[in-house]
């Protein structure tokens, strides 16, 4: 086992990515760039806005910063490697690198997860109980919650990287996917993998589908407030407010949830790196756009900025 571990250590692995990378490299390697780039400058820009437009300063956009955050540190970790694979065409990955992408793929899926349904939560609280809105989703409250939500999830995130750091991957050095995913790096595995067996179902429960179920049971009770409202001015201006949300959980809940419950078969492995690479890449880029695009205060906030901006110059 000694020797199995230090040479997984010494020789890293083999991320195997696209099999047509060869061939339409710079093709790929302009996309990832695009996608990228794209993805930290439209999330940044709603952090700046969220930090700069006092009429951004609610529990909803707090989250939403957050969820901005969370997607930078998520696609910069992995993009970039990709990337360089792309580009060079070298498909090996340090044994401490890889560690590093299970620590933040951990840490920002299980993140994402629950801070959808804190923002699900927040629009129940907002339509169901508007008079007690800003009795329970008070700045303490809000604050203290995303601080043990990273915490929980960082911590979270170690463990998995210790449990496989001890690891033996003696069947090959070889990842069929494009980042080093917990799934894939268990099926090299040669050792005793039933601590993170069960790690990872018990996560696939009580992070996954329980913040989803919770979510939808929001949205449930939202419909059913809005059913009752009369006049369709009050609830256009509900659905346009819960669109963008449902929109973004929507995208990263199906993509996520139907890459891990699909079973594998033999040529089900470019149909998973495309449905990863949606949820790692695409995702984190379209959520600021969701949210901008039908979102009277994020364009107000914008105006407001870039006036600011142009009068100090």
Same mark, same amino acid.
């Given at each position: 086992?000694?020797?199995?571990?230090?040479?997984?250590?010494?020789?890293?692995?083999?991320?195997?990515?696209?099999?047509?990378?060869?061939?339409?490299?710079?093709?790929?390697?302009?996309?990832?760039?695009?996608?990228?780039?794209?993805?930290?400058?439209?999330?940044?820009?709603?952090? &700046?806005?969220? /930090?700069?437009?006092?009429?951004? +300063?609610?529990? !909803?956009?707090?989250? %939403? =910063?957050? #969820?901005?955050?969370?997607?930078?540190?998520?696609?910069?970790?992995?993009?970039?490697?990709?990337?360089?694979?792309?580009?060079?065409?070298?498909?090996?990955?340090?044994?401490?690198?890889?560690?590093?992408?299970?620590?933040?793929?951990?840490?920002?899926?299980?993140?994402?997860?629950?801070?959808?349904?804190?923002?699900?939560?927040?629009?129940? &609280?907002?339509? /169901?109980?508007?008079?007690?809105? +800003?009795?329970? !989703?008070?700045?303490? %409250? =809000?604050? #203290?919650?995303?601080?043990?939500?990273?915490?929980?999830?960082?911590?979270?995130?170690?463990?998995?990287?210790?449990?496989?750091?001890?690891?033996?991957?003696?069947?090959?050095?070889?990842?069929?996917?494009?980042?080093?995913?917990?799934?894939?790096?268990?099926?090299?595995?040669?050792?005793?993998?039933?601590?993170?067996?069960?790690?990872?179902?018990?996560?696939?429960?009580?992070?996954?589908?329980?913040?989803?179920?919770?979510?939808v049971s929001s949205y449930i009770r939202i419909t059913l407030t809005m059913l009752?409202?009369?006049?369709?001015?009050?609830?256009?201006?509900?659905?346009?407010?819960?669109?963008?949300?449902?929109?973004?959980?929507?995208?990263?809940?199906?993509?996520?949830?139907?890459?891990?419950?699909?079973?594998?078969?033999?040529?089900?492995?470019?149909?998973?790196?495309?449905?990863?690479?949606?949820?790692?890449?695409?995702?984190?880029?379209?959520?600021?756009?969701?949210?901008?695009?039908?979102?009277?205060?994020?364009?107000?906030?914008?105006?407001?900025?870039?006036?600011?901006?142009?009068?100090?110059?």
């Amino acid at each position: 086992m000694e020797n199995a571990l230090n040479s997984t250590m010494n020789n890293g692995f083999h991320l195997l990515a696209f099999s047509t990378s060869g061939e339409y490299s710079w093709t790929i390697f302009f996309g990832l760039s695009l996608m990228y780039l794209m993805c930290v400058t439209l999330n940044i820009t709603i952090i &700046v806005l969220v /930090c700069l437009a006092h009429q951004l +300063h609610t529990p !909803m956009y707090f989250f %939403l =910063c957050n #969820l901005a955050a969370q997607d930078i540190i998520f696609v910069s970790a992995v993009l970039p490697k990709l990337m360089a694979i792309t580009l060079t065409g070298d498909p090996r990955i340090s044994f401490h690198g890889c560690i590093i992408q299970v620590f933040t793929f951990a840490v920002c899926v299980d993140l994402d997860f629950l801070l959808l349904a804190t923002m699900g939560y927040d629009r129940y &609280v907002a339509i /169901c109980m508007p008079l007690r809105y +800003h009795l329970i !989703m008070n700045t303490r %409250l =809000c604050v #203290l919650l995303m601080v043990t939500l990273w915490a929980f999830c960082a911590a979270n995130g170690l463990c998995f990287s210790l449990l496989l750091s001890h690891v033996r991957f003696c069947k090959s050095h070889d990842l069929n996917f494009f980042f080093c995913d917990i799934k894939i790096m268990l099926g090299i595995s040669c050792g005793d993998i039933t601590p993170i067996v069960k790690l990872v179902s018990f996560e696939a429960m009580f992070i996954g589908f329980l913040p989803f179920a919770l979510t939808v049971s929001s949205y449930i009770r939202i419909t059913l407030t809005m059913l009752r409202i009369k006049t369709s001015a009050a609830r256009l201006k509900i659905f346009s407010s819960c669109s963008s949300h449902l929109t973004v959980v929507l995208l990263f809940c199906g993509t996520s949830l139907s890459l891990y419950m699909k079973s594998d078969s033999g040529d089900s492995g470019e149909q998973n790196k495309l449905l990863g690479l949606i949820y790692v890449g695409l995702v984190p880029m379209v959520n600021p756009v969701v949210y901008s695009l039908r979102n009277r205060q994020i364009r107000s906030a914008t105006k407001t900025v870039y006036a600011q901006f142009m009068a100090k110059k």
